[in-house]
């Protein structure tokens, strides 16, 4: 594929080029690969060896270490100085329009952050989490970019083999989620996982439209400041989930009856579990994944279509990978034949985005 401005050498590239887009899957990959590990590590059988942390547990402690890293860059480097269109006062103070929409996506992030742990944790592969939880977040790029075109805020149009990847990776989808064996997950028919992929899907759809709203209303030539959206965003969604886990780690006090999953969090933070240290850490892959992540769906010059595609299927690709890397590393189940058959439905996605890729970079080499 080509760039658009490609810097001089493969690390110094320009906003917008191939390149660049290239180096921030290369990161997610890796990272996500490392996330989908040690969730299964952290929580696999004490019997066969490892850690045995109740799912709860290690939600604290992973969540802690993915929001830890991520806030402590962007303040760090005080990213939160966002660069705006419009300064708004407010019981006299100024402060950038902007953050009056990115703040309820940060409350949004707040949700997905738990929900995508808690996926992983359900007795399916990292793999088929993956995949259903990617292929949601793909038809929801392809709605917003259909509604944002219909209001006017997205002028370019989707190119056909952004729509054929998008078929493509739905049928990765519903062949992890509709092909159920004997001894299998029946995911459709569990409540707890329907309930965690519906909280999953509504946040993600706020968060898609908001982030494309802020990338499609900057006017000509102003750089995005993609750095202050993430340090904003991650301030609001780690307040929300400070006062969230406050809530329910005081719930036992306010009320005579909990729910018992409420007070093992009480306990994983009042009585910290061995290793539980070396959780936060391992949480610190997460946190680093959410730059990419980010970073990849606000991508300059793209539809949400085609960035969702490439933040999804990268993930779906790293899923593959992790769940290989704990097959042969760790003793893991091996993937099964509808694994294998989503993949190759990835693949093909990859190439149609390959093409759109390839359309695009000759399209806004013409606009430059």
Known sequence: MGTVNGGQGWWSTAEGSTRRLIQLCLGYFVFYVITGVTVKYFTGKPELGYPGMHEIEYLVYNTLGGNLIALSVAVALRWYRLKSIRYISLGGFKFPQEILYIIPSGICTAVVIPTTTLMYMLPISVMVAMVIMRASVIIISRIVDAVQIKQGILTKHVYAEENYGVVFALLAAAVNIFWVGPGDFDFVHSPAAMIILGSYIVAYAIRIYIMNYYKNTRPKGMKLDNNGFFA??????????LLVGYALFKSPDWFDSVNPQIVLFRNSIASPVPLWGWAVVAGFAYGLVAFFSVFIFMFKGRTATFAGLVNRLTSLVAGTTATIV?????????????????????LVAVWFLSRAEKRRTQELAGEG
């Open 232 to 241: 904003i965003e991650q301030i609001a969604a780690t307040t929300t989930m």
């Open 326 to 346: 704990w097959w042969f590393g760790f003793g893991g189940k091996f993937p099964k034949v509808q694994d294998w058959l989503s993949l190759v439905f990835i």
